[in-house]
């Protein structure tokens, strides 16, 4: 009869057996090492203690909330910056179990933490460079259109459990409200969005530009002086606040574009921004290319109604697989109420009927061509796809 010591776990799509824990452990040690993290920086809560034992280590990750962890053929699909920041598993334990392997059959928590940490030890050889150095191997973000061209958008979610509150659909009819928000809350995220294109780096949205939001872009090895474009879906203060230290200029080499109708709109967010970035701050029309390179082309969109000019971003590769990515902004707050039910309106949303035309529009749009969809207020990973109902729409989170 094997000891717990001797269990092994094999991965069905790698085929690869995982060694037992003591090894896992062992591993995970050197990996971290050879990568120059320290084991204590994986969690505050361990800082000082020189034995961590990995299963205070799994338990940290998995209870810390910013980053997402989907392994398929050893590659990370999800934002990691240092160990310090892997904190969320993108897929639940269950899903997990089936691609595990267990002798004797017993499957503990643990044991699945420990063939997830197995999993990244092994990740480290081939995708080492998204510790060490993610911007000069190529980030592996929430989207990949090529990872060998170093073509791909992240998303940053800087509000991690973050749910919208059944109050905030007032004006919806409160029936449909309770039947998709049953215990009043959905869940979301407060999101942006980071393009690496190449030697290229765009911004899309900014986000509240809290302490998380700045550490998130530090982890992905982005310098502020390295930005030259930032893109804004509109001026709510949860999309513009990183573009400032204070009041003043964050980004000190980039150009902002917002949409004509939103940069006219004036208002308090727009002089915040004008007296910032002066000349640096423009407007661009619906339907203009406002971004392009040799590997991607990203067009702006009319998705008006929650703002005056709130703008919709369409990234489409240039490459042979020519994929897309609909970056969406604000179209939507709670996904589970307002995809089956794109009528209810937000509080936040100043024109509650263009703001329905344009969900629909939109949503149409992606739905029809088959276009995955980002969101600065879908649950993470903030990207995944619609597919058009006989009442509203369904969506299927990318994982």
Same mark, same amino acid.
């Given at each position: 009869?094997?000891t717990?010591?001797?269990h092994?776990?094999v991965?069905r799509?790698?085929?690869c057996v995982?060694?037992a824990?003591?090894?896992?452990?062992?591993? !995970?040690? #050197?990996?971290?090492q050879?990568?120059?993290?320290?084991?204590? %920086?994986?969690? #505050?809560?361990f800082r000082g203690n020189?034995?961590?034992?990995?299963?205070?280590i799994? *338990?940290a990750?998995?209870r810390?909330?910013?980053?997402? !962890? +989907?392994?398929?053929?050893f590659?990370l699909?999800?934002?990691?910056?240092?160990?310090s920041q892997?904190?969320r598993?993108s897929?639940?334990f269950?899903?997990i179990?089936g691609h595990?392997?267990h002798?004797?059959s017993? @499957?503990?928590?643990i044991?699945k933490?420990?063939?997830?940490?197995?999993m990244?030890?092994a990740?480290l050889g @081939?995708?080492g460079?998204?510790l060490a150095q993610?911007? #000069?191997?190529?980030?592996?973000g929430?989207f990949?259109?090529?990872q060998a061209?170093?073509l %791909?958008?992240?998303a940053i979610?800087e509000?991690?459990?973050?749910?919208?509150?059944?109050? @905030?659909?007032? %004006?919806?009819?409160?029936a449909?409200?309770?039947?998709f928000?049953?215990?009043?809350?959905?869940? +979301?995220s407060m999101s942006?969005?980071?393009l690496?294109a190449?030697?290229?780096?765009?911004?899309?949205d @900014?986000?509240?530009?809290?302490e998380?939001?700045?550490?998130?872009?530090?982890d992905?090895?982005?310098?502020?002086?390295?930005?030259?474009l930032?893109?804004l879906t509109?001026?709510?203060?949860?999309?513009?606040?990183?573009?400032?230290?204070g009041?003043?200029?964050?980004? %000190?080499?980039?150009k902002?574009l +917002?949409s004509?109708?939103?940069?006219d709109?004036?208002?308090?967010?727009?002089?915040?921004i004008?007296s910032?970035y002066?000349?640096y701050f423009a407007?661009?029309?619906f339907?203009e290319?406002v971004?392009a390179?040799s590997l991607i082309?990203v067009t702006?969109?009319d998705?008006s109604?929650?703002?005056?000019?709130?703008?919709?971003? !369409?990234l489409?590769s240039?490459?042979? *697989?020519k994929?897309k990515l609909?970056?969406?902004?604000?179209?939507?707050h709670?996904?589970?109420?307002?995809?089956p039910?794109?009528? +209810?309106?937000?509080s936040?949303?100043r024109?509650p009927?263009k703001s329905?035309v344009?969900r629909k529009?939109v949503l149409?749009?992606?739905a029809?061509?088959?276009?995955l969809?980002?969101g600065m207020?879908?649950?993470?990973p903030s990207?995944?796809l619609?597919?058009k109902?006989e009442?509203?729409y369904s969506?299927d989170l990318?994982q």
């Amino acid at each position: 009869m094997p000891t717990a010591g001797r269990h092994r776990a094999v991965l069905r799509t790698g085929a690869c057996v995982i060694p037992a824990p003591d090894q896992v452990e062992d591993r !995970l040690r #050197s990996g971290i090492q050879s990568k120059g993290f320290s084991i204590n %920086s994986l969690d #505050s809560r361990f800082r000082g203690n020189g034995d961590v034992p990995l299963s205070a280590i799994a *338990d940290a990750l998995a209870r810390r909330s910013s980053a997402y !962890l +989907a392994c398929h053929k050893f590659k990370l699909a999800g934002y990691m910056g240092n160990l310090s920041q892997c904190y969320r598993m993108s897929a639940p334990f269950d899903t997990i179990e089936g691609h595990i392997h267990h002798s004797p059959s017993s @499957t503990s928590t643990i044991m699945k933490f420990f063939f997830l940490f197995a999993m990244f030890v092994a990740a480290l050889g @081939t995708v080492g460079s998204v510790l060490a150095q993610q911007r #000069s191997g190529g980030p592996i973000g929430a989207f990949v259109f090529d990872q060998a061209a170093n073509l %791909s958008v992240v998303a940053i979610d800087e509000s991690p459990g973050r749910t919208m509150n059944a109050a @905030t659909f007032a %004006s919806a009819d409160p029936a449909v409200v309770k039947k998709f928000m049953p215990d009043g809350t959905a869940p +979301a995220s407060m999101s942006s969005f980071v393009l690496f294109a190449g030697e290229d780096t765009v911004l899309i949205d @900014t986000g509240a530009g809290g302490e998380t939001w700045i550490k998130k872009l530090t982890d992905l090895g982005v310098k502020p002086e390295s930005i030259k474009l930032i893109l804004l879906t509109h001026f709510h203060g949860d999309h513009i606040g990183g573009l400032f230290q204070g009041n003043a200029r964050r980004f %000190s080499n980039a150009k902002v574009l +917002a949409s004509t109708p939103e940069y006219d709109s004036k208002g308090a967010p727009f002089e915040k921004i004008k007296s910032a970035y002066g000349e640096y701050f423009a407007k661009f029309n619906f339907g203009e290319e406002v971004f392009a390179n040799s590997l991607i082309r990203v067009t702006a969109m009319d998705a008006s109604g929650h703002t005056p000019g709130h703008s919709a971003f !369409l990234l489409e590769s240039k490459l042979q *697989d020519k994929d897309k990515l609909l970056i969406i902004g604000d179209l939507l707050h709670a996904a589970t109420l307002q995809f089956p039910a794109p009528e +209810a309106c937000a509080s936040f949303d100043r024109d509650p009927e263009k703001s329905i035309v344009a969900r629909k529009r939109v949503l149409d749009f992606a739905a029809q061509k088959k276009i995955l969809i980002g969101g600065m207020h879908l649950p993470p990973p903030s990207v995944g796809l619609v597919t058009k109902e006989e009442h509203g729409y369904s969506f299927d989170l990318k994982q």
